[in-house]
């Protein structure tokens, strides 16, 4: 067994396994100051491999077929159910990784290729413990992602000046010795696995191998959704999803979603979903392709939850970020198409994700306006699509106020907490509705009450930001805005 060790990445190598293994992250889960942090990292350490050399996967022709499909039927029940704003919560010990998570940058991640797990584990307290208060409170690790401002960004760098610092201390050159000693040339593992009948594919090459098989009348039901389960592990990687769209297969997908399995609908829209992620350029081709109408059609339609969860994902990736997707969403109905949904039977545990969208888009606008007013220079243009998505007044013609209030009567806090920030971003337009709305008056009464036993007994235990005094602060604020 080999192992070895790419900047902040441990990779656990056994040669002749047959599972696939490409860079441990993908990039577009992570926040882009810590991408920052972790570019800078990667260009300062003295055994840079090119980063293409990290691209490789490893297939083992006779054995993968049968691994994979075991591998897949154990893990595909947990695996499909990541949501869209899980974050992983990484510690001291080794914890399995599921797709989708988003992992604070620096933690140590691996992957197995016995498996095909991806395991992490926390590296070092201190530098994570600003991420770690984030995942705590459950803040989206992303959403600041439009708003750093240029402090963020020399506070960045500060951190990574003392990083560097460290790095240069006689420990770590030993360790970067060893690092270099474990780390043989890439060309040098190619002889090798030439010698273990082991094939090297490109990511590439291996996503045409996925859509062939995807796009195949021979393949099985089976054999396609295990493609497309495969493709979406890939096409997190930005340049992976733009690929896609060169040859193809991000059409083939696309038409994925009005195929008549239902199964099909859910997994190809768990590709799309990661495709379109931070991604504008296949987000743009996802527009051009239908997709967009596409993902309506399910959620308007009878369909088992669990595919309307991947599509309301996919379109969540598809609309952020991407104002001119947004106007097409509010002309096409989206907006009561949405409404239906959260008040079908059966479908209320969407209501939170729902809601959570909507506050999404309503605070991008927003920050894309205070962006414009601070720096001077956004593109007017970019302005000019928000400007054009009239959300707010839609949402109260549509009854969002009153949905949105009523979801406040939920148990969980974590819900409550999307639904108090939601409450808030509508503010704007919603203020005399919430204002006559007697039982939210009551709701929130009765959750100051419950908010404050929780933030004392927080005080008591020495927290002076914790979570429900968070919390409380929000109720409290909202109920002064009521007044
Ligand atoms: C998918 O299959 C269709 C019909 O078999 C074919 O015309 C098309 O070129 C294929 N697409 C890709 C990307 O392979
Ligand atoms: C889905 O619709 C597209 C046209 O929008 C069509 O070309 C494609 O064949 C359809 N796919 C399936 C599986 O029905």
């Given at each position: 067994?080999?192992?070895?060790?790419?900047?902040?990445?441990?990779?656990?190598?056994?040669?002749?396994?047959?599972?696939?293994?490409?860079?441990?992250?993908?990039?577009?889960?992570?926040?882009?100051?810590?991408?920052?942090?972790?570019?800078?990292?990667?260009?300062?350490?003295?055994?840079?491999?090119?980063?293409?050399?990290?691209?490789?996967?490893?297939?083992?022709?006779?054995?993968?077929?049968?691994?994979?499909?075991?591998?897949?039927?154990?893990?595909?029940?947990?695996?499909?159910?990541?949501?869209?704003?899980?974050?992983?919560?990484?510690?001291?010990?080794?914890?399995?990784?599921?797709?989708?998570?988003?992992?604070?940058?620096?933690?140590?991640?691996?992957?197995?290729?016995?498996?095909?797990?991806?395991?992490?584990k926390l590296q070092?307290?201190?530098?994570?413990?600003?991420?770690?208060?984030?995942?705590?409170?459950?803040?989206?690790?992303?959403?600041?992602?439009?708003?750093?401002?240029?402090?963020?960004?020399?506070?960045?760098?500060?951190?990574?000046?003392?990083?560097?610092?460290?790095?240069?201390?006689?420990?770590?050159?030993?360790?970067?010795?060893?690092?270099?000693?474990?780390?043989?040339?890439?060309?040098?593992?190619?002889?090798?696995?030439?010698?273990?009948?082991?094939?090297i594919e490109t990511?590439?090459?291996?996503?045409?191998?996925?859509?062939?098989?995807?796009?195949?009348?021979?393949?099985?039901?089976?054999?396609?959704?295990?493609?497309?389960?495969?493709?979406?592990?890939?096409?997190?990687?930005?340049?992976?999803?733009?690929?896609?769209?060169?040859?193809?297969?991000?059409?083939?997908?696309?038409?994925?979603?009005?195929?008549?399995?239902?199964?099909?609908?859910?997994?190809?829209?768990?590709?799309?979903?990661?495709?379109?992620?931070?991604?504008?350029?296949?987000?743009?081709?996802?527009?051009?392709?239908?997709?967009?109408?596409?993902?309506?059609?399910?959620?308007?339609?009878?369909?088992?939850?669990?595919?309307?969860?991947?599509?309301?994902?996919?379109?969540?990736?598809?609309?952020?970020?991407?104002?001119?997707?947004?106007?097409?969403?509010?002309?096409?109905?989206?907006?009561?198409?949405?409404?239906?949904?959260?008040?079908?039977?059966?479908?209320?545990?969407?209501?939170?994700?729902?809601?959570?969208?909507?506050?999404?888009?309503?605070?991008?606008?927003?920050?894309?306006e205070e962006e414009?007013?601070?720096?001077?220079?956004?593109?007017?243009?970019?302005?000019?699509?928000?400007?054009?998505?009239?959300?707010?007044?839609?949402?109260?013609?549509?009854?969002?106020?009153?949905?949105?209030?009523?979801?406040?009567?939920?148990?969980?806090?974590?819900?409550?907490?999307?639904?108090?920030?939601?409450?808030?971003?509508?503010?704007?337009?919603?203020?005399?509705?919430?204002?006559?709305?007697?039982?939210?008056?009551?709701?929130?009464?009765?959750?100051?009450?419950?908010?404050?036993?929780?933030?004392?007994?927080?005080?008591?235990?020495?927290?002076?930001?914790?979570?429900?005094?968070?919390?409380?602060?929000?109720?409290?604020?909202?109920?002064?805005?009521?007044?």
């Open positions: 067994m080999h192992i070895m060790q790419i900047n902040e990445f441990a990779v656990l190598m056994e040669f002749g396994s047959p599972i696939m293994a490409t860079q441990g992250l993908p990039p577009s889960r992570m926040a882009p100051l810590d991408m920052l942090l972790i570019l800078l990292m990667a260009s300062c350490f003295t055994f840079c491999l090119s980063h293409q050399n990290l691209e490789f996967a490893l297939t083992n022709p006779e054995e993968s077929s049968t691994k994979e499909t075991e591998r897949k039927e154990t893990k595909a029940e947990e695996e499909l159910d990541t949501e869209v704003l899980e974050v992983f919560h990484p510690t001291h010990e080794w914890q399995a990784l599921r797709p989708g998570q988003a992992v604070p940058a620096g933690s140590h991640v691996r992957l197995h290729l016995q498996t095909g797990a991806r395991e992490v070092n307290e201190d530098k994570f413990q600003n991420n770690l208060k984030e995942v705590k409170k459950g803040k989206r690790l992303d959403i600041k992602s439009n708003t750093y401002t240029s402090q963020d960004l020399k506070s960045a760098l500060a951190k990574f000046k003392e990083g560097a610092v460290m790095e240069s201390s006689k420990e770590d050159k030993a360790r970067q010795a060893e690092v270099k000693r474990l780390f043989r040339p890439i060309e040098e593992l190619k002889k090798d696995f030439d010698e273990l009948n082991v094939v990511d590439m090459q291996i996503m045409v191998r996925l859509i062939n098989k995807f796009n195949s009348s021979t393949s099985s039901l089976e054999e396609k959704i295990a493609a497309l389960f495969d493709l979406e592990y890939y096409v997190h990687q930005m340049d992976n999803a733009q690929d896609l769209l060169s040859f193809g297969g991000l059409q083939v997908v696309i038409n994925g979603l009005n195929g008549t399995e239902p199964l099909v609908k859910e997994y190809a829209a768990f590709v799309l979903g990661a495709a379109f992620s931070s991604n504008p350029k296949v987000q743009v081709e996802a527009i051009e392709g239908g997709a967009l109408q596409k993902l309506l059609v399910i959620l308007a339609t009878e369909q088992p939850l669990t595919v309307k969860k991947k599509v309301l994902f996919a379109l969540c990736s598809l609309l952020r970020h991407f104002p001119y997707a947004q106007q097409q969403f509010l002309k096409l109905g989206g907006l009561q198409v949405l409404r239906s949904l959260v008040q079908k039977k059966g479908m209320e545990v969407l209501a939170v994700r729902v809601v959570t969208l909507l506050y999404d888009l309503v605070t991008e606008k927003m920050f894309a414009a007013v601070l720096t001077h220079d956004t593109s007017p243009e970019k302005l000019q699509q928000y400007r054009q998505v009239h959300l707010l007044p839609g949402l109260r013609e549509q009854g969002w106020c009153e949905i949105t209030a009523n979801l406040l009567a939920l148990p969980e806090h974590n819900a409550r907490e999307k639904v108090l920030q939601t409450l808030d971003a509508f503010l704007v337009t919603c203020r005399d509705h919430y204002r006559q709305n007697s039982q939210l008056g009551r709701t929130l009464a009765s959750l100051q009450a419950e908010y404050q036993a929780l933030a004392a007994l927080e005080l008591q235990d020495g927290e002076d930001e914790g979570y429900f005094q968070e919390l409380l602060g929000s109720i409290n604020s909202l109920l002064q805005e009521l007044r």
